[in-house]
């Protein structure tokens, strides 16, 4: 073992204080050049999950990968939850590593000509995805405010799945159950989030403990679950030494169970899009709603079934979302077709809307240095994640000096001129 290896496991301890601490020990090191040095290299990743939602890295940890990794900057946003904001900053800073915050909400469309219709949510129609960046910190505490009766509402809906679940496993002598599985692979005591994949991930465990690793899970998954498991996928369960092994075992099971487990999110876990806008715009926040797309048969990222989201409403949806006070919007150009980068793209700039690059990071397989379809989109994308940072240093100081605030919209129209204007306060 390295000599700081126990160290880098240390910044996903269960304390705060320790996972910092560890972060203050890598830095020392660097500095007496016990660690290498890593230089910048002039990217940018706005979109990490940390284990107050799912992931494998807490906020100390993201922004290790990040330091590791030589991003400039990095964002931390989790599910229904800013409870790792303040870690993150603060870890980000000893390591020289540029924040930004945000979380991500869902929000339903059932009172807007758009009801009943599928937006980027596989698992329920009339409700989308919106992550929400640019989180000012004077603004954290009343953000928590409105997530924290939006995360009770879910725990309702986790414990109805969780029993879903653990019926189809009492079949092969197991159980399953929320308070005593769930709660502990998640953050949920410390203001964190519980997602659909917390109750898999802690089947995970749960099938693992029971079956053991490698070909006695394979043939319990294959021969009495009766799930097709792809090749890869074999190959990623029988390396029984693999660090990663149970996220690799709950990506399978996410394939098979979420459909099965699924329940549709009420209300209370779903504000309505027309009043959730207007409000995070006020506390100095950048709501977007992130670009799914229909997936054709020739799926460009190659691992995903074909499938119908939201480009037949694509239109409408922008009037809407431009209506009820949206100013920003995200997509990943290299997840979708260059036609339907370029219609969304049209739209944004009709609508005036801040472009924000919408890579979702949540796994261990997941690289933290983005893909781009060519230098101009990375030149173009990192400039609108440093005049997000920029954002947040004024919208912290003044509400009213938000970049999609009416005050600096009067005083600097033009977006382009405002995204440089911002860029440069964060530089």
Not at 155 to 162: P, Q, S
Not at 238 to 254: A, C, F, G, R
């Amino acid at each position: 073992m390295g000599e700081f290896d126990k160290t880098i496991e240390q910044l996903n301890a269960w304390e705060r204080d320790d996972r910092l601490n560890a972060v203050r020990e890598l830095k020392a090191a660097i500095d007496a050049g016990k660690l290498p040095k890593v230089e910048r290299l002039g990217e940018c990743d706005n979109h990490i999950h940390s284990t107050f939602s799912f992931s494998p890295y807490s906020p100390s940890m993201i922004a290790w990968k990040a330091y590791q990794v030589g991003l400039d900057t990095c964002g931390i946003v989790d599910h229904e939850s800013v409870a790792g904001i303040l870690e993150f900053r603060e870890a980000c800073e000893i390591l020289g590593v540029v924040p930004t915050a945000g979380f991500e909400v869902r929000m339903h469309w059932d009172n807007t000509p758009l009801a009943g219709k599928k937006f980027n949510n596989p698992d329920q129609l009339s409700v989308g995805y919106f992550p929400v960046h640019g989180v000012p910190v004077r603004s954290i505490d009343k953000i928590e405010e409105f997530l924290q009766p939006i995360r009770k509402a879910r725990e309702i809906r986790n414990r109805k799945m969780t029993v879903t679940i653990d019926r189809e496993l009492s079949a092969f002598g197991m159980s399953l159950d929320f308070d005593r599985d769930v709660i502990p692979v998640s953050r949920w005591e410390q203001k964190g989030n519980i997602t659909e994949r917390h109750i898999l991930f802690a089947t995970a465990q749960l099938m693992i403990r029971e079956c053991g690793k490698g070909r006695p899970l394979l043939d319990f998954l294959t021969d009495k679950v009766k799930i097709k498991v792809p090749e890869v996928n074999r190959g990623f369960l029988m390396d029984v030494e693999s660090p990663i092994y149970t996220y690799d075992l709950t990506n399978l099971l996410k394939g098979f169970f979420s459909e099965m487990m699924y329940q549709n999110a009420s209300h209370d876990e779903t504000p309505d899009v027309r009043d959730a806008v207007p409000f995070l715009n006020s506390l100095g926040c950048l709501p977007t709603y992130t670009y799914l797309g229909d997936v054709r048969g020739d799926s460009v990222t190659g691992d995903k079934k074909t499938q119908k989201f939201e480009d037949d409403i694509l239109d409408e949806m922008f009037e809407c979302l431009h209506e009820y006070g949206m100013r920003a919007f995200s997509y990943a150009p290299t997840r979708n077709a260059p036609d339907q980068v370029a219609r969304v793209r049209a739209l944004c700039q009709k609508y005036d809307m801040l472009e924000i690059l919408g890579e979702d990071i949540n796994q261990p397989r997941q690289s933290f240095i983005m893909t781009y379809t060519d230098d101009r989109d990375r030149e173009f994308f990192n400039d609108a994640t440093w005049a997000i940072i920029g954002h947040e240093k004024l919208a912290n100081e003044d509400l009213e000096q938000s970049i999609i605030s009416d005050t600096t919209i009067a005083k600097i129209p033009d977006l382009k001129e405002r995204i440089a204007y911002y860029k440069n306060a964060a530089r």
